[in-house]
C-alpha cells in the first residue's frame, strides 16, 4: 500500500471482537509502517479508550456508529461511563446529562428533561447523539 503513495490510509479489517491488546497492537504495526506524512485513518472504532490509545499509537482520524447508535437506545457517555438516560431514577436529576459538559445538550437541557423526552419524542435521540460526539470530541 506505501508503494501505491496514496493520500491517505485506512487501518481496518478488524472484527471489533478481538482482544483489545491484539487490535492496538495491529494499530501500533501499521502506523509504523504507514509514512507519518499521509494521513492514518482507523475504521470503526469509538470507544473512547480506543480513540485515545490509537491516536497516541500514531492515528490520525477514526469513525464508528457507536456514540449516535448508543444513544438510538437512550445511552450516554460520561466521565464515570455510560447511563442509561431513559431510566426512571433520571427523571428528576435536573443537572446536565454530564456535569461540567459544554456540548448543546448539557448546556440547554436538564438530564429530567432529556430522559423524559426520551419516552415521547426522537429528538432526544439528536441530543444524545449531541452529547455523545461532543464527549467523544
Not at 4 to 12: E, K, L
Not at 91 to 110: M, Q, R, V
Request: hydrophobic share 40%; net charge neutral; charged share 25%.
Amino acid at each position: 500500500m506505501v508503494k501505491r503513495n496514496t493520500p491517505g490510509y485506512a487501518i481496518g479489517g478488524m472484527a471489533g471482537g478481538e482482544d483489545k491488546d491484539d487490535f492496538w497492537k495491529t494499530v501500533a504495526l501499521c502506523c509504523e509502517l504507514l509514512p507519518e506524512d499521509k494521513p492514518r485513518y482507523v475504521m470503526g472504532i469509538g470507544y473512547a479508550e480506543d480513540c485515545m490509545i490509537s491516536a497516541l499509537l500514531g492515528a490520525d482520524m477514526f469513525d464508528c456508529v457507536f456514540a449516535t447508535r448508543t444513544a438510538r437506545f437512550g445511552t450516554a457517555f460520561t466521565k464515570y461511563g455510560m447511563i442509561k438516560v431513559k431510566k426512571e431514577i433520571y427523571l428528576e436529576e435536573f443537572g446536565p446529562i454530564s456535569e461540567g459538559c459544554t456540548c448543546y445538550a448539557c448546556k440547554n437541557f436538564s438530564l429530567a428533561y432529556v430522559s423524559n423526552l426520551f419516552k415521547k419524542d426522537s429528538s432526544a435521540i439528536q441530543l444524545i447523539s449531541i452529547h455523545n460526539i461532543h464527549f467523544l470530541i
